[in-house]
C-alpha cells in the first residue's frame, strides 16, 4: 500500500538537507544502496522488493532519500562523487513533481504490490497534481519537452487503470490540467529557480573540476578547433550500449555516467554537443537554434538530432564528461 502523505510538509522537511536522520543508523554501503533502489521502487524498478513502497516526493520519501545519502556520505571517509551529487540536487526543483515526466509511478506501482488500493493511488495522483500546481505558483515549470513527455506517462497508465474507478478519475482530473498548463519558455534548467546553481553542480561532476560555466565554454571552443572526428561518444550518449548498472541515480537506469565514458575518446562530436549542453542550460537557447547547430554541425539528420536534443534536456551537463580541460 502506498504511505500517502498530506501535501503540508512536515517542519522536519525544512531541514531536510541539514538534519532529521537517525545518527545511530549504521548500516553496511551495500545496503543503503539496496535501500536506495527500494525507496525508488516507483521510479524505477529494481529487482528488489521494497518492505515499504513511498509515493515519490511525499513527505516520508523525501525525509528517507535525504537519511540515506548522508548515511552513504558517512560511510567513506571519500564520499562517492555520485552521492554527493545526488545530495546537493535534493536543493532543486525536482521534489516539486511527485510524478516526473521520465517515469511512471503508476505503473510501477501497480507492478509492485500484490493488493491495490484505489482510493490510495487516486490520493497519490492528486497529491502529484497538487503539489505541480503549487509549484507552477511559484514559477517552477516543466518545459514543453517535459510537459509533452509527462501527458504520454499518464496516457500509458490510463488503460491499466480501468479497474480502479478512483484512480482513473484522479487521472483524467490530472489529464485536463495539463491540457491548460503552460510550460516555461526555455527548455533548459537555467530558467528554473535556482537553475543555474543546478547547472554549476552537474557540470562540476561532470568535468571533475569546479570551474565557471562559461570558463569551460572557453575552453571547449578552444580545443573544438583542433579535433577529429570521434564517434563512439554519439553512439554512447544516443543508446544505452555503454551502459552499466554501478550508479545510483534511477534517472540513468543506475547507471554510472562517468564510468560510462570512461574510455570514450573527446573528439568533435562531443564538443559540439557540450556546446548545445552549455546554450540550452546556460544561455536559454530555444530546441528550434539547437537542432539547427546539431543538424549542421554534425551533419545527422534531424530524426537522430532530436535524439541527441532529448539526451541534452533529459541530464544536463552529461556532455560535459571528462572535456579534458588542463
Not at 533502489?37 to 528488489?48: A, E, F, G, R
Not at 518545459?143 to 506517462?153: G, M, P, V
Not at 579535433?227 to 545510483?248: M, R
Request: with cysteine; proline share 6%; hydrophobic share 40%.
Amino acid at each position: 500500500m502506498i504511505k500517502f502523505t498530506q501535501l503540508l510538509l512536515p517542519i522536519c522537511f525544512a531541514f531536510l538537507l541539514f538534519g532529521c536522520d537517525d545518527a545511530s543508523n549504521s548500516h553496511s554501503e551495500a545496503e543503503l544502496v539496496t535501500s536506495l533502489k527500494q525507496l525508488n521502487t516507483l521510479l524505477y524498478s529494481s529487482q528488489s522488493e521494497p518492505n515499504d513502497v513511498l509515493w515519490p516526493m511525499s513527505d516520508r520519501y523525501l525525509t528517507k532519500r535525504d537519511s540515506l545519502f548522508k548515511q552513504l556520505l558517512r560511510t567513506s571517509e571519500k564520499p562517492s562523487p555520485e552521492v554527493q551529487l545526488l545530495a546537493i540536487e535534493q536543493r532543486f526543483t525536482e521534489r516539486f513533481f511527485p510524478w516526473p515526466y521520465n517515469a511512471n509511478p503508476v505503473l510501477n506501482y501497480l507492478q509492485s504490490v500484490s493488493h491495490v488500493e484505489d482510493a490510495d493511488v487516486a490520493d497519490s495522483i492528486a497529491f502529484s497534481q497538487q503539489k505541480m500546481s503549487n509549484a507552477y505558483q511559484d514559477k517552477v515549470r516543466l518545459s514543453r519537452f517535459e510537459l509533452n513527455a509527462l501527458i504520454r506517462q499518464l496516457a500509458n497508465a490510463e488503460q491499466q487503470l480501468e479497474p480502479f474507478p478512483a484512480a482513473k478519475a484522479a487521472l483524467a482530473e490530472f489529464e485536463s490540467y495539463l491540457k491548460d498548463y503552460s510550460p516555461r519558455r526555455s527548455p533548459g534548467i537555467g530558467a528554473l529557480p535556482n537553475g543555474k546553481d543546478w547547472y554549476q553542480a552537474r557540470l562540476n561532476y561532470f568535468t571533475n573540476a569546479a570551474q565557471k560555466p562559461a570558463d569551460v565554454l572557453n575552453r571547449l571552443l578552444i580545443i573544438k578547433q583542433s579535433v577529429n572526428s570521434e564517434p563512439q561518444f554519439l553512439i554512447c550518449f544516443t543508446s544505452a550500449k555503454c551502459a552499466n548498472n554501478s550508479g545510483l541515480d534511477w534517472r540513468t537506469k543506475y547507471s554510472d555516467r562517468r564510468a560510462e565514458f570512461a574510455a570514450v575518446p573527446f573528439g568533435k562530436e562531443q564538443a559540439v554537443i557540450a556546446e548545445v549542453d552549455f546554450g540550452i542550460h546556460a544561455q536559454a537557447w530555444s530546441s528550434e537554434h539547437a537542432l539547427t547547430v546539431l543538424t549542421t554541425q554534425l551533419e545527422i539528420d534531424e530524426e537522430r538530432a532530436n535524439r541527441v536534443l532529448a539526451k541534452i534536456l533529459q541530464e544536463p551537463a552529461l556532455a560535459m564528461v571528462n572535456i579534458p580541460l588542463g
